[in-house]
């Protein structure tokens, strides 16, 4: 199978790279058994990232290799650690290029050299432990999971950044009128179709320099798909102005010049309706071509007064012998230099895609109820369960308080719901199920209230304020005795109480007898 050359449109899959994964460590010392969380966070995954390339005029790699994914961010690590963020994949595209979704609606049109389109984002990394303590939660025991980068199917589609457009039927001379007026050599023959992608030439006339491309022949019916040009018709439609290149020493039965252009214009408006552009708009100039044939230029005589009374500008050009090639080159350089001062200069930018709210504007989740199933939907709850790994009791405990503070549980009381119904969040394909029970603690069995890490925190260790009135009691019972001695009056105070405590014996378990004390 023959290898093409020239490729204006291709389907890409592109993913971003996910975010690492956060860790759960304790800082360990000697001397220091729990010294608290250390885990770092994990890395951010690479986004791709299309940019325009001056040097680029194909999207050819792509149809080779059309799955593109950035790299993923490593997980972190112990000591504050953080993973590395993986890499950006740029991929470079033509000036020119229009990027649609799977449904067909625009994203963005790229045009000037160095813009760039953030079209996957890679996933954020997960945080660690150290990163999830707070005051009442002073060692989490566990981390956040990274997040999947952005997945899209896209299709480009190249539309050529060139000045003036030359249109017309198959072998009427555009690309001879090309090699002529520039120094491109496209392909010529004496038979139609000739041309199977567009040719670029570069023209200058006076002090203006611009570029001209010619589509591959027009013929009737392009509209409902027969030929070749109205498959490339979209290169000229950012052309400042269309030629008309027609064949004024043709032989074929029932065409003659009049002719060939209704069609051509027919053909054009066809094209704008499917399209919705503005190709009928464009200023158009008429280039009866073949003239150095005795008969061509007797012909062209004859259609000059009636294209003229169109309102058309006329030129009689010859690609073989250079006639009227500089009247019409100084014709199309007087328009493009008014459009290009009509048009501001083009700002490199950087155009970054943002997800339409799920929820709504203004709104963090909905619940919907579906064959028996409550469905929270919303961007913050569906993150929040792939961030979540449901081996660790204190980490599904972690997501129920995050989901309570959003306010999920107590719409789902609003709504109806009841404990044991089904609760769906996440991604329709990979959506997690609950048992919805709004009283369940959240956590391992060392929490209490959901959010407060006891394994720290112990309700039963005596405070400072504790301590300072035990050895202020301790010490007026012990001058009490002192004073009752010295006087040699009986000891009336009760009996010494115990003054120690769990915390205080080296077995921390307070089940120890008063002669292992001694």
């Known amino acids: 199978m023959a290898v093409p050359s020239f490729v204006d449109k291709v389907t890409l899959h592109v993913a971003g790279g996910s975010g690492g994964d956060g860790v759960a460590s304790v800082h360990r010392e000697k001397f220091k058994p729990l010294g608290g969380p250390d885990g770092g966070n994990g890395g951010n995954g690479g986004d791709v990232i299309l940019q325009v390339g001056a040097d680029v005029t194909t999207l050819i790699d792509y149809h080779h290799e059309p799955h593109r994914r950035g790299t993923n961010g490593a997980p972190g690590a112990g000591s504050n650690r953080s993973g590395s963020n993986g890499q950006d994949l740029v991929l470079r595209v033509p000036d020119g290029t229009v990027v649609k979704d799977a449904s067909g609606e625009v994203l963005a049109d790229l045009i000037g050299p160095g813009t760039e389109m953030v079209i996957a984002a890679g996933g954020r990394g997960g945080l ?301 394909d990979n959506a997690v199920v609950f048992d919805f029970d709004p009283q369940i603690p959240a956590g391992a069995e060392v929490l209490g209230r959901r959010g407060e890490d006891l394994r720290i925190d112990q309700s039963d260790r005596r405070t400072n304020v504790q301590r300072r009135e035990e050895l202020a009691a301790r010490r007026a019972h012990e001058a009490e005795i002192r004073e009752a001695r010295e006087s040699g009056r009986p000891e009336t105070s009760p009996a010494t109480p115990d003054w120690t405590f769990p915390e205080d014996d080296p077995d921390l378990d307070g089940d120890v007898s008063d002669e292992d004390r001694l």
């Open 128 to 428: 660690g432990n150290a990163a999830l303590a707070s005051s009442k939660r002073k060692a989490p025991g566990f981390a956040l999971k990274g997040e999947p980068g952005d997945e899209r199917t896209i299709t480009l589609e190249l539309k050529v950044v060139a000045d003036v457009g030359l249109i017309g039927f198959p072998s009427a001379g555009k690309s001879s009128l090309i090699a002529a007026l520039s120094r491109a050599r496209p392909k010529i023959a004496d038979y139609p179709f000739t041309t199977l992608v567009p040719n670029l030439g570069v023209v200058t006339a006076g002090s203006t320099t611009f570029t001209v491309a010619d589509v591959p022949g027009l013929i009737e019916g392009a509209s409902e798909g027969r030929g070749l040009g109205h498959d490339f018709l979209r290169h000229v439609e950012r052309c400042a102005a269309l030629v008309h290149v027609i064949d004024c020493a043709t032989v074929d039965p029932g065409r003659d010049p009049l002719t060939d252009l209704d069609v051509i214009e027919r053909e054009l408006a066809a094209y704008a309706d499917a399209n919705g552009s503005d190709l009928l708009d464009r200023p158009r100039l008429v280039a009866l071509n073949k003239t150095d044939v005795p008969d061509a230029k007797e012909i062209a005589g004859f259609v000059r007064d009636e294209l003229e009374a169109r309102g058309l500008d006329v030129y009689e050009v010859s690609a073989a012998s250079h006639a009227g090639l500089r009247e019409l080159s100084f014709a199309m350089a007087e328009i493009v230099a008014s459009r290009r001062a009509e048009t501001p200069v083009a700002e490199v930018t950087r155009i970054v895609l943002r997800p339409k709210a799920e929820a709504g504007v203004g709104r963090e989740f909905t619940i919907d109820q579906v064959n028996g199933q409550w469905v929270v939907r919303g961007e913050k709850p569906k993150r929040w369960v792939r961030q979540t790994d449901f081996a660790n009791d204190e980490a599904v405990g972690f997501l129920a308080d995050r989901l309570n503070r959003l306010g999920v549980e107590d719409e789902l009381l609003k709504l109806g719901a009841r404990a044991g119904d089904d609760v769906v969040i996440g991604d329709e």
